[in-house]
């Protein structure tokens, strides 16, 4: 089976070459076969010329890839081989009806399809990925996302090795067949594009429940997982029941179908999939345990169930006209997921984790040589654009309209976006014009977010003025160039902000200026004394914001502002700062984290998030804007002082805060608040250790031992691995012994060994890919192992070059099994141009050593041609 996603001579599609489809499809009737060898998929198509295409004599083309054709028939009648033209990625029906049926029989070998994308063996089961392209490797069909049709599905299967049938939508019928074998048929009532279609099959537990809907339609909620681990799925179900709940009270949105189901399969390419009433999901984000699962997981499974959930209306009921959409259902879910997980839990914890993840994936690649608008304007291989760009800064941009809008308004808006839209395929616009309507406001300079690539910087300029009580705000908009875009208009945004007094006082409260011209000028009247202005607040818009504070000032920020993400964006900033001019740590500085870590009326994840350091990905980034080239070592070691240096000066209350929190919290608790004291104890623990080594290492020791919980076990093995290397050994040996045959619990063992911040890390990993516990040919294996490494200073940018080769072989290796997988990987190098000259001389080595592989799929070359790009 041909295991490329697409051909590597495959030319750039572009959004401004789109056409409608010559032909739609009303209805789809599938019949899968599934033996031992083979699965035969059998179809009928209902077809008929869009009258929306102006190509009226156009054949019609169906997109087939990786599959063994039998039979077509037009109306029944079989076609000889000169009908149509077959190649390895088109079927082409010369003379078809306007209107008709198309029948086709074709082959598949699931087994064989380790790219799992179509229908593939995810080991003893089978089930599919069809998002974006995946559906073309099931059985041939017009598969783009405007194509939207009912479907039909039977299932025949051997009932001992697949007892469980399953397919989107409501089943309507089942029975025993000859031969030991049996069958279920499924029926989607609604109109779906195919890469929406879902089918599994398997011997599988479940896990059942009900939930009332608001309008009293009970709705039969499943929980499906490989035998043995349906006791890992109570925190996946509480959090549906959740999500079904907050959505029909937030924005309106009730569920549709009888029932809602959950599959967790152990190879897959994504975090999970919103297939039409049967998602899919990687059992790594959706099963556990407190005993198995870490807190990040257990909210990391909320997030991601309420996500798929949300999908439901925006991605399912209304989707995509075409790819170059993808944020419409996306980025507008990610923010959907982020208010609702801000609901659920802390808002403000919630925001800080937004940002800053935004800041440390999404800003580095807007400054790549991939970057590309929320919306890009042209791919060669549609998988590279699952991206932060279109995921992150797509949520922001949907936020932002909230933020100009109203939350009552952009409920308005969001209504009328579904009223208009229901059932249909939509584009950007066609969101943006709905908010717009709704609240008669003019969004049209608004729509370049879609349209520009790029980080907006924001310069902004003060005076004041005690005579005549003005404050005066000069604000000035730029945007760098990126590639195929030198210059950029102003953008349309808020700029949300309040002003304080000396002592940390509001003045004005909230204010929102709305942003559209390259420089404005603002006057505040009546400002009673000087004000340190309280800039961006809540983030209000995704851009990099100068404003020249003093040390005093963000200090003042850091103590008293209302707004939690400038009083975390004050210590960040003043973080960075000391930490990259190696200056001692003030003791104002310190006096205002004491105050932090010791401020009762503060929540604990708070704390936690204050006092944590910007990662080494933000402070080199902070290097990049001063100019400078990266160390990423050099840049570890100097936050690592910085964290020494505040141990040292905080001992007593990091040592108290430590033993307060261990002594009173319930090791198995794992509600928000509980997640968010263990996430202070063990911050606590972890900047002990940089000071006190040896009086931290045995306390961890006995924590990865005797912890009842697996986040204290992974934060405590952490430290030991980083630092006394006969306690790491044998903790790491101890665990391996208790968790054996546990594949997503000994991810986390790979990955703590593969983040090891030493020299020899790399000699390490290749030992692991050697070991059980790994494989090339499961996605979360090599998450938890290249990917980890790859991200780790000391292993993927050693400075002989050894950690990039390492990579790139991974990545020629992976992308003759996965090349979207592959091209993940690939994605490290882009940010070459930011290191400095040695190491951007050995990254480029490594790339053109990729860039010379005949054999390199689109998704993996794409990435290299971009990030050679005039040095190719």
């Given amino acids: 089976m041909d295991n490329t996603t697409t051909r590597p001579e495959q030319a750039e599609i572009r959004l401004a070459e789109y056409k409608p489809p010559v032909f739609l499809v009303d209805t789809v009737e599938l019949d899968f076969d599934i033996r031992d060898d083979r699965t035969r998929v059998s179809s009928r198509l209902a077809i008929r010329r869009n009258p929306e295409s102006a190509e009226r004599n156009a054949p019609l083309v169906l997109n087939g890839q990786g599959q063994k054709l039998v039979a077509v028939r037009v109306d029944g009648r079989e076609l000889a081989a000169g009908d149509y033209v077959l190649t390895d990625k088109t079927l082409t029906i010369r003379a078809v009806p306007d209107e008709g049926v198309v029948a086709i029989e074709s082959d598949n070998d699931p087994a064989a399809n380790t790219a799992l994308m179509g229908l593939y063996a995810a080991g003893p089961m089978l089930c599919t990925q069809c998002e974006a392209e995946g559906f073309r490797r099931i059985t041939y069909f017009p598969d783009r996302p405007d194509v939207q049709s009912r479907y039909r599905v039977a299932i025949h299967a051997d009932e001992d090795r697949y ?29 779906k594009p195919c890469y929406l279609f879902a089918l599994v099959a398997g011997r599988l537990d479940k896990v059942a429940d009900r939930f009332l809907t608001r309008s009293g339609r009970e709705v039969l909620l499943e929980i499906y997982t490989e035998p043995g681990r349906s006791s890992e799925t109570g925190f996946a179900m509480a959090a549906l029941k959740k999500a079904m709940r907050w959505d029909e009270e937030r924005f309106g949105r009730e569920y549709d179908l009888d029932r809602f189901m959950i599959v967790a399969v152990s190879f897959f390419n994504f975090g999970a999939m919103e297939n039409k009433g049967l998602n899919i999901f990687n059992d790594a984000r959706v099963l556990g ?3 198995t699962a870490t807190d990040a997981d257990i909210a990391f499974f909320e997030r991601v169930v309420g996500h798929e959930y949300f999908h439901n209306w925006s991605g399912d009921r209304v989707t995509c006209r075409d790819w170059f959409q993808i944020t419409l259902k996306e980025g507008l879910t990610v923010f959907r997921e982020q208010e609702f997980v801000g609901d659920m839990n ?24 991939m970057a590309h608008p929320i919306r890009p304007a042209s791919y060669q291989a549609v998988e590279n654009f699952y991206t932060a760009t279109v995921y992150s800064k797509g949520a922001e941009v949907i936020r932002m309209i909230q933020t ?23 584009t950007c616009e066609d969101f943006v014009r709905a908010m717009a309507d709704a609240n008669a406001i003019d969004l049209g300079q608004f729509m370049r977010w879609y349209a520009q690539a790029g980080t907006p910087v924001l310069d902004v300029t003060s005076r004041y003025d005690a005579d005549s009580r003005a404050y005066t705000l000069e604000v000035e908009q730029r945007c760098p160039a990126t590639p ?11 700029l949300r902000l309040g002003l304080l007094d000396a002592r940390g006082g509001d003045m004005k409260g909230d204010m929102v200026l709305k942003l559209r011209r390259p420089r404005e000028t603002f006057v505040i009247e009546d400002v009673p004394e000087k004000p340190i202005p309280s800039l961006l607040r809540d983030f209000s818009a995704p851009v990099r914001l100068n404003y020249d504070y003093t040390d005093a000032e963000l200090l003042v920020i850091l103590a008293h502002d209302s707004d939690g993400f400038n009083r975390w964006d004050a210590g960040q900033k003043l973080f960075a700062k000391y930490a990259l001019s190696g200056e001692a740590l ?3 500085f310190v006096t205002a984290l004491r105050t932090v870590l010791m401020d009762k009326d503060l929540e604990a994840g708070t704390k936690a998030m204050t006092l944590t350091l910007p990662g080494e990905e933000e402070l080199g980034l902070a290097l990049i804007a001063r100019g400078e080239r990266i160390d990423p070592v050099a840049v570890c070691e100097k936050r690592r002082r910085v964290i020494k240096a505040l141990a040292g000066a905080l001992s007593g209350e990091l040592w108290a805060t430590y033993r307060e929190i261990a002594a009173g919290l319930d090791e198995e608790a794992s509600d928000g608040v509980a997640r968010g004291q263990r996430s202070l104890k063990n911050l606590c623990l972890a900047y002990l250790h940089r000071a006190e080594p040896g009086k931290v290492a045995p306390v961890a020791a006995r924590v990865v031992s005797g912890a009842r919980n697996m986040t204290d076990k992974i934060a405590c093995l952490d430290i030991l691995v980083d630092g006394d290397a006969a306690l790491a050994a ?15 619990i000994m991810d986390k063992w790979l990955g703590v060994q593969a983040a090891e911040r030493h020299a020899g890390v790399l000699e390490k990993v290749r030992r692991l890919m050697a070991h059980k516990a790994f494989s090339l040919n499961n996605p ?18 050693a400075e002989d070059g050894s950690g990039y080769r390492f990579v790139a072989d991974v990545v020629e290796r992976l992308d003759r099994l996965n090349p979207q997988a592959a091209a993940r990987y690939a994605k490290p190098f882009l940010r070459w141009r930011d290191f400095d000259a040695g190491r951007q001389a050995l990254m480029q080595e490594a790339l053109r050593k990729l860039a010379a592989l005949e054999s390199l799929s689109i998704n993996v070359r794409e990435v290299v041609t971009k990030a050679l790009g005039a040095d190719a």
């Fill in 163 to 191: 007892p469980v049938l399953l397919a989107n939508g409501n089943l309507v019928e089942n029975g025993k067949e000859a031969g030991g074998r049996h069958y279920a048929v499924w029926e989607d009532p609604f109109r």
């Fill in 289 to 291: 345990r407190a005993d």
């Fill in 346 to 369: 802390s808002p403000a914890q919630e925001r800080l984790r937004t940002v800053s993840v935004l800041r440390r994936v999404q800003f580095p690649e807007d400054a790549g040589a």
């Fill in 404 to 426: 100009l809008v109203g939350r009552e308004g952009f409920r308005k808006g969001l209504d009328l976006y579904f009223e208009r839209h229901d059932g249909h395929s939509a």
């Fill in 484 to 494: 195929g875009q030198d210059t950029k208009e102003p953008f349309h945004m808020p």
């Fill in 586 to 588: 003030p003791d104002a």
């Fill in 730 to 744: 044998r903790a790491l040996a101890e665990f391996a012994e208790t968790f054996a045959g546990q594949p997503s």
């Fill in 780 to 797: 979360n294996r090599v998450a938890a192992l290249v990917g980890v490494f790859a991200g780790n200073p000391f292993g993927f940018h």
